[in-house]
C-alpha cells in the first residue's frame, strides 16, 4: 500500500509541475499577472506532496537533502492567497513591503538552516531516527513543537481572516446576480479549500502532539485535498479558460442586454482609461489590453464602445487621436507633421491623412494653415 502511494505521489508531483508550467506560459501568453500566483501555489502544493510521497516506505532517506523542504511550505499558502485576492480585488502589484507577509516563511527557514545544512549522512541518520519515532504511540514531544505548531496554526488562521475581508469586499462590489461561473465562485471554492485545509492542519497538529496516535486519518485527508486542489485548478484554468475572466468586475451577461447604470460605469472606465491616461495615443492599443487593465470581458468593452460611441473600437480611437492631432495643430503652429503622427498612435502616414480628412474635410496642413 505505502509503494502505491508513492507512485501516485510521484505522479501527482508530475502532472502539478507541467500545470504550473502551462499556467506560466499562459501568464506570458495572456499577461494574466495573477496567474504566476496560482503557478506559485501549485508548484508548492506539488512539492509538499513529493515530499510526502517520498516519507513511504523510508525513501526520503534516498533523497536526504530534500528532506525539511516541506516544512515551510504552509506558511506560503496564506501570503499566495492573499496577494491572488489582492490583485482580484484591484490592480495590485507586489511591493517591496508587501514581503513582510513573507517574514514568517524566511524566519522558519533561518530557524532550520543548521538542518538543511548537514551533511547527507547526518541527515540520513536523523531521519531515519525520526521515521521509526513517529511510529510510536508515545513519546516525547518537544515543548519547540507546540510553539511551531502553534504558530502555523496562527499564520494560517490569520490569513483566513485576510483573505475573507477581501471576498467580502469584492462581493459588496458586485451582487451576486453579476457574478461569472467561473470568476467569483472560483475564488470561493479556493478559498473555502484554503480553510478546509487550515482545519486539517489544526486536528492534525492536535492529534500529533497529544499523541494519540491515530493522526493518519486527517493527514490523508489533508493530503487528498492538496492532490484534488492541483486538479481542480487545472480544470478551471486550462479546460473551461477561467483566467480569461478576472474575478475584478465580473459581470454575467446571460441573455439579456447589461443594465443602463453598468453599462454607464463601464463607459467611464473606459474613457477615463482612454483619454485621461493618454491611451488613446498608444499605437500598440488593444482592446485585450484595456480588459485586462480594467477587469471586464472584451466583448463587454467592445458591446458598450459601439453602443456609446455608435461606433466601432478601432473608429473611436482614431476619433481621439484626430482630436488631439487638431488640438496641437491649433495650438503649436511650428509642430512637424511627420512628429504628429507618432505623437497622436499612428503607424502610417497614410491612416493619419486618411483620418484625419475623413473628421475634418482637411488634410493636416490645409487645417494647420486654416
Known amino acids: 500500500m505505502a509503494d502505491f502511494f508513492s507512485v501516485l505521489y510521484l505522479v501527482i508531483f508530475c502532472q502539478g509541475i507541467f500545470l504550473g508550467i502551462l ?31 517520498l516519507s513511504y ?9 530534500l528532506a525539511g523542504l516541506e ?48 551533511p547527507g549522512e547526518e541527515k540520513f541518520f536523523l531521519l531515519e531516527k525520526s521515521l521509526d519515532i513517529s511510529k510510536a504511540v508515545t513519546r516525547s514531544i518537544p515543548i519547540s513543537s507546540f510553539i511551531i505548531r502553534g504558530l502555523f496554526i496562527t499564520h494560517l488562521t490569520f490569513y483566513i481572516f485576510k483573505c475573507k475581508s477581501i471576498l467580502d469586499s469584492i462581493r459588496k462590489v458586485k451582487s451576486s446576480d453579476h457574478q461569472n461561473e467561473f ?6 471554492k479556493i478559498f473555502r479549500g484554503f ?4 482545519i486539517f492542519f489544526i486536528v492534525y497538529s492536535v492529534i500529533l502532539l497529544s499523541g494519540l496516535g491515530f493522526y493518519n486519518l486527517p493527514c490523508y485527508l489533508t493530503k487528498c485535498l492538496m492532490a484534488f486542489s492541483l486538479y481542480y485548478i487545472g480544470y478551471i484554468f486550462i479546460i473551461h479558460d477561467g483566467f480569461n475572466e478576472p474575478l ?19 463607459w467611464k472606465e473606459v474613457n477615463s482609461y482612454l483619454i485621461d491616461r493618454d491611451m488613446y495615443r498608444s499605437s500598440n492599443l488593444r482592446l485585450s489590453e484595456i480588459s485586462q487593465d480594467l477587469g471586464y470581458p472584451v466583448h463587454y468593452i467592445s458591446q458598450i464602445i459601439n453602443e456609446k460611441s455608435e461606433d466601432n473600437f478601432s473608429a473611436y480611437v482614431n476619433y481621439l487621436r484626430i482630436e488631439y492631432a487638431k488640438n496641437i495643430l491649433s495650438t503649436k503652429k511650428d509642430v512637424k507633421i511627420s512628429d504628429l503622427i507618432i505623437d497622436s498612435g499612428f503607424n502610417s502616414k497614410s491612416s493619419f491623412y486618411t483620418e484625419f480628412k475623413k473628421y475634418t474635410g482637411l488634410t493636416p496642413l490645409e487645417f494647420k494653415n486654416a
Do not use: M
Open 71 to 118: 516544512g515551510p511550505i504552509p506558511l506560503l499558502y496564506g501570503p499566495i492567497l492573499y496577494f491572488y485576492f489582492k490583485y482580484s480585488e484591484q490592480k495590485f502589484k507586489i511591493k517591496l513591503k508587501s514581503l513582510v507577509h513573507l517574514l514568517p516563511f524566511i524566519l522558519y527557514i533561518i530557524y532550520r538552516l543548521e538542518f538543511y545544512f548537514l
Open 23 to 53: 499556467l506560466i506560459w499562459l501568464a506570458k501568453k495572456n499577461g494574466k499577472h495573477q496567474l504566476y500566483l496560482i503557478s506559485l501555489l501549485v508548484f508548492c502544493i506539488s512539492l509538499q506532496l513529493l515530499i510526502y510521497g
Open 195 to 198: 480553510v478546509l485545509y487550515t
Open 183 to 188: 470568476g467569483f465562485p472560483f475564488q470561493i
Open 57 to 65: 516506505n523510508k525513501l526520503i532517506l534516498g533523497t536526504p537533502h
Open 248 to 266: 475584478r468586475h465580473v459581470i454575467k451577461y446571460k441573455n439579456s442586454p447589461l443594465s443602463q447604470d453598468v453599462k454607464d460605469d463601464i
